[in-house]
DNA sequence: CGGGTGACTTTAC
DNA sequence: CGTAAAGCCACCC
């Protein structure tokens, strides 16, 4: 039996969500799980934007998880590059996570 | 088909 | 604040 919905679709609504983060916002990987329909599968999500090799344009420093820190930062060439980029679109830091509460945006 | 893994989340101690 | 455990689902071997 094959799921309805699954492979290319799982990827492709990761990409379609991050895409279309605004400029000067963040997301949870918990809310773009939901979108797609797994709200509690976050840690797909995650592991799709370190799994794709199609879309490596993509905002991913828009993304980060609950509490507004930034997980993935660990997994940029440089550590300080997601932080700056997020600043840079005007982004405020409270010590080493993003206003959360203030910046959240959920498709 | 099963086991391992993971950029998550929540609860618990 | 720290670790632990469970839940979750898709990919890889």
């Known amino acids: 039996m094959k799921r309805i919905v699954s492979n290319d679709n799982f990827f492709a609504r990761v990409y379609a969500v991050v895409a279309r983060i605004p400029f000067g916002r963040v997301t949870t990987y918990g809310a773009i799980a939901e979108y797609i329909g797994s709200k509690s599968s976050a840690r797909m999500v995650g592991w799709a934007l370190n ?8 905002p991913y420093h828009r993304v980060v998880n609950r509490n507004g820190e930034l997980t993935g ?26 206003d959360i509460k203030k910046y959240f945006w959920k498709p």
């Open 51 to 58: 799994s794709d090799k199609t879309n490596l344009d993509m």
């Open 73 to 98: 930062s660990k997994y940029y060439p440089n550590p300080n590059m997601m932080r700056e980029l997020l600043e840079s679109e005007g982004v405020e830091f409270i010590e080493n996570a993003v």
